[in-house]
């Protein structure tokens, strides 16, 4: 039997372990820091990335995120003319609206025949619009499936456009995808709200110790793909701490599912306004857009709902607010020095239940 572990001795840890050290700064606004980063090519103010999923991101999604500075990756799980439509409503909004700039056009595909047909499609239908990066969107990237799909994409488009690759959770998994032409690279296996990936398979690791693991390979191998932090992040500070163990930005879908600008209707349950919120791995995903579960497979993922929490203007003002303020504790301007100057301190449970808001409970 194989004993053997990941990396001996070591311990994996989630968000809520660590701590950031407060130290010296010599910042006197937090209005004065700079949140700009690059994932795959593209410029953006605001280090936040909305999910591909189909209670997340459709056009009306990805054109606000466009505005608010950050990305929103149009989902995959969806007709090829339905999401040709949602492709080109966000680059009409940026011919018929000067003043929000370019808002990033990025499509998801999956992989195999099916994706090969997707991207061929998009990209004879998006003229006279400019596609800015393809999301190649698996649970498990770190497979020649990936490798494949990323070789097509290349080939189809003489590698002038950007690859965002997904999802790995080690640093060989990371390099592995950077070798093979990925741009940015999602990290993180498991920590969704709404995945069961690792109740059902085993399989998973902690998304902050994934971040750490492929920064170092990053650093080691002299990388330059982009690390996007997806999965397990509930919190202003879960971006802050993502930033500092290496991600130039996160992906989130819970956070914006209840908003105005995602998929799908308000409804009233238990007096309450809410909105749909699904893994794509779900039951519920696969009887509604493929035909139901296949013989001998599990579902990953669960359904849910989530209350209803406006727009995305407020959510992302305030993840944006918190690591704003984070970079005022360590005396940093941007993201680099963030990274550059910010130590994690492990804590115990009590530190845990010390660090949320306990005076409210009751």
């Known amino acids: 039997m194989n004993n053997t572990f990941f990396k001996k001795d070591s311990i994996s840890l989630a968000f809520d372990d660590v701590l950031l050290v407060p130290s010296y700064s010599d910042i006197k606004s937090r209005m004065s820091t700079n949140l700009s980063t690059s994932i795959a090519g593209i410029s953006l ?37 339905e999401q040709i439509l949602n492709l080109r409503a966000v680059g009409r909004e940026c011919s018929s609206d000067n003043s929000c700039g370019k808002i990033p056009i990025v499509p998801a ?41 990323i070789d097509f994409v290349n080939q189809k488009t003489g590698g002038s456009i950007p690859i965002i690759a997904g999802n790995v959770a080690t640093g060989s998994g990371f390099s592995y995808l950077a070798e093979a032409g990925a741009s940015a690279i999602r990290v993180g296996i498991g920590g969704g709200s709404i995945c069961k990936t690792r109740i059902m398979t085993g399989f998973g690791m902690p998304t902050l110790s994934s971040i750490m693991d492929c920064y170092e390979a990053k650093i080691s191998g002299g990388l330059e793909a982009s690390i996007i932090a997806d999965g397990g992040i509930k919190y202003p500070a879960d971006l802050a701490k993502s930033v500092v163990a290496g991600a130039d930005a996160i992906m989130v879908g819970r956070i914006f599912a209840g908003t105005e600008e995602s998929p799908g209707e308000v409804v009233i349950l238990d007096g309450e306004k809410k909105k749909a919120y699904r893994g794509m791995a779900s039951k519920e995903v696969q009887e509604d857009r493929r035909g139901g579960l296949k ?46 100057s910010a130590k994690f301190i492990r804590i115990s449970d009590s530190g845990i239940s010390e660090s949320h808001a306990f005076g409210t409970r009751k």
């Open 295 to 340: 013989p001998g497979t599990c579902a990953e993922g669960v359904s849910t709902h989530v209350p209803f929490n406006g727009s995305i203007t407020e959510v992302v003002g305030n993840f944006c607010g918190g690591l704003r303020s984070a970079m005022t504790y360590a005396g940093s301007s941007n993201i680099v020095e963030l990274r550059e």
């Open 109 to 149: 595909i999956g992989v195999g025949e099916e994706g090969r047909r997707r991207i061929n499609q998009i990209l004879l239908s998006m003229s006279p619009y400019s596609i800015d990066a393809i999301a190649i969107d698996i649970a498990n990237g770190h497979s020649i499936l990936m490798r494949d799909m």
């Open 45 to 81: 103010s605001v280090p936040i990335i909305s999910s591909p999923m189909d209670t997340v991101t459709e056009s009306s999604m990805a054109i606000a995120m466009g505005k608010e500075g950050g990305l929103g990756i149009i989902h995959r799980f969806m007709s090829i003319e």
